[in-house]
T-cell receptor
Framework: DTAVSQTPKYLVTQMGNDKSIKCEQN?????MYWYKQDSKKFLKIMFS???????INETVPNRFSPKSPDKAHLNLHINSLELGDSAVYFC?????????????FGPGTRLLVL | QKEVEQNSGPLSVPEGAIASLNCTYS??????FFWYRQYSGKSPELIMS????GDKEDGRFTAQLNKASQYVSLLIRDSQPSDSATYLC???????????FGRGTSLIVHP
């Protein structure tokens, strides 16, 4: 069983389009995250949700809107895609709290904006 | 100062040698530190966590933490070609328990 899954794995789209990436975890964790890894491999946190509530938003443009329908799912919707949005987007989950911070990552979604 | 600084490498070591990976961080109150490994085209995975000053050993891996110097390192003994990957240092994001990642050090272990 896959612990953290993401769909789609690959996404190629045109500038200006709107797209969504879905994430699900079956680990029973309370906290979920979205990370962006750019072409230079820098892995940067975008959002964190705990029990469906947003707890971290790291100066991400408001074209990016996360949605958490329940604590096992955290989806990412991106409006008006730009060339600079091309990256690998990783979803992750953790139990949260002190000494329970281990991040379990999904396989990533490779987004290419043309 | 950047929150997390690592030498991007690549660090090249021969098989069987000790690989030494270093990381400095800026948040003086950080209490927990993590090392993740990321193979090319794959997602990061945790290999070590350390919370106290000193050394922590797990198999061929040893993490060393010096909070006074704001420095954490990872030693890999008897390096194997399968250790070739990018190693990400991850102290917590300021004021939270959430890891924030450095750019990573690329390690190449050659036979």
């Amino acid at each position: 069983d896959t612990a953290v899954s993401q769909t789609p794995k690959y996404l190629v789209t045109q500038m200006g389009n709107d797209k969504s990436i879905k994430c699900e975890q079956n680990l029973g964790h309370d906290t979920m995250y979205w990370y962006k890894q750019d072409s230079k491999k820098f892995l940067k946190i975008m959002f964190s949700y705990n029990n469906k509530e947003l707890i971290i938003n790291e100066t991400v443009p408001n074209r990016f809107s996360p949605k958490s329908p329940d604590k096992a799912h955290l989806n990412l919707h991106i409006n008006s895609l730009e060339l600079g949005d091309s990256a690998v987007y990783f979803c992750a989950s953790s139990q949260g709290g002190p000494r329970q911070e281990t991040q379990y990552f999904g396989p990533g979604t490779r987004l290419l904006v043309l | 100062q950047k929150e997390v600084e690592q030498n991007s490498g690549p660090l090249s070591v021969p098989e069987g040698a000790i690989a030494s990976l270093n990381c400095t961080y800026s948040d003086r109150v950080s209490q927990s530190f993590f090392w993740y490994r990321q193979y090319s085209g794959k997602s990061p995975e945790l290999i070590m966590s350390i919370y106290s000053n000193g050394d922590k050993e797990d198999g061929r891996f040893t993490a060393q933490l010096n909070k006074a110097s704001q420095y954490v390192s990872l030693l890999i003994r008897d390096s194997q070609p399968s250790d070739s990957a990018t190693y990400l240092c991850a102290p917590p994001l300021r004021g939270s328990y959430i890891p924030t990642f450095g750019r990573g050090t690329s390690l190449i272990v050659h036979p």
